[in-house]
């Protein structure tokens, strides 16, 4: 039983250090980047190789109630990533036109009609996409996601239950509630904000695991409240898409349109000698949010094989 609370007490220690990081990473860089969510996804990944190893180290019983529950926690890991993973494929469109309207304006003086108006009708099509993108993906969170029922429990009781499978059952706890916020926070970056359910907590309806992951709640709540802190701060600003990357690139494209439109004459040709730098940071801007969307995608494809590689492990340490 000994060896059994040094290894439970060691993965608390482990969400508590691999949440505390995430939390300083947070204030190091920019609100939802795509390395702040590709380190969120890293957590993901660490606590569920970790948990794999915690059960191996208790010896629990071959099969029940604790592999249902883990099968049922790395189910609902397993929709929520090709959720993500088919918005950020939905995303090509979108970075793939950028750069293009990009080389239209790099090293000219001047842009005649014609040429201005296919500029403009690319920014629009370009700005047409990202709305699409954007609605498409709110149709994503309503239909697949708030099925899952996500909640963080930022305060909770605790129930000698838990202490249950020498004390597994209050990790499996631990798993779902640390999982809910970090899940949440990807959604919010990648998908879509929704005011309604995103970092939505609950206070005193869960019950707990007792004292010894006193620590994890401390950095999974103190985490917690910077974001939500730094969500209300943005809240009003009319974007429904938190991630940098993609605010950025789309934020730029505006700033070229109305440039164009300033410097247009009465007979609709455009001076562009003094747009070359913002075409350059155009193109840049729409060339970092693909590589970070691509980035990302094999990430999400290495924690699939992740997961499929430790429930394979787990049903055969049962099977055995």
Request: glycine share 6%; hydrophobic share 40%.
């Amino acid at each position: 039983m000994f060896h059994s609370n040094t290894h439970v007490n060691g993965f608390y220690n482990f969400l508590a250090q691999g949440l505390d990081n995430l939390d300083n990473s947070f204030a190091s860089q920019n609100f939802m980047s795509v390395e702040f969510l590709q380190h969120v996804l890293s957590c993901l990944q660490s606590f569920h190789s970790q948990l794999c190893i915690l059960v191996q180290q208790l010896h629990l019983p071959r099969g029940g109630k604790w592999l249902n529950e883990y099968m049922d926690e790395t189910s609902r890991l397993w929709v929520v990533c090709r959720v993500v993973k088919s918005a950020l494929s939905r995303m090509e469109t979108f970075y793939t036109r950028g750069p293009n309207i990009a080389t239209t304006l790099h090293d000219r003086h001047y842009l005649n009609y014609q040429l201005s108006r296919q500029v403009f009708q690319a920014i629009a099509e370009c700005q047409s996409t990202a709305s699409l993108l954007v609605q498409g993906n709110r149709v994503l969170m309503y239909v697949r996601i708030r099925q899952l029922s996500l909640r963080f429990y930022k305060s909770v009781s605790i129930d000698p239950k838990f202490n249950a499978l020498h004390g597994f059952e209050g990790v499996l706890y631990a798993m779902r509630n640390v999982n809910s916020l970090l899940v949440m926070i990807l959604l919010s970056g990648l998908l879509y904000f929704c005011p309604e359910t995103s970092f939505s907590t609950e206070e005193g309806n869960a019950h707990g695991h007792g004292d010894s992951g006193s620590d994890f709640m401390v950095s999974a709540s103190k985490l917690h409240k910077r974001l939500k802190s730094a969500i209300d701060e943005r809240r009003g600003q009319g974007s429904d898409m938190l991630l940098y990357e993609f605010l950025r690139a789309n934020n730029t494209l505006k700033e070229v349109e109305i440039k164009l439109r300033r410097n247009m004459d009465i007979y609709k040709d455009i001076r562009v000698d003094d747009i070359n730098d913002m075409a350059k940071n155009l193109k840049s801007c729409f060339e970092v949010l693909q590589r970070g969307a691509e980035n990302f995608i094999v990430q999400i494809d290495d924690f699939f094989d992740e997961i499929i590689e430790g429930r394979k492990k787990l049903l055969d340490m049962c099977s055995q």
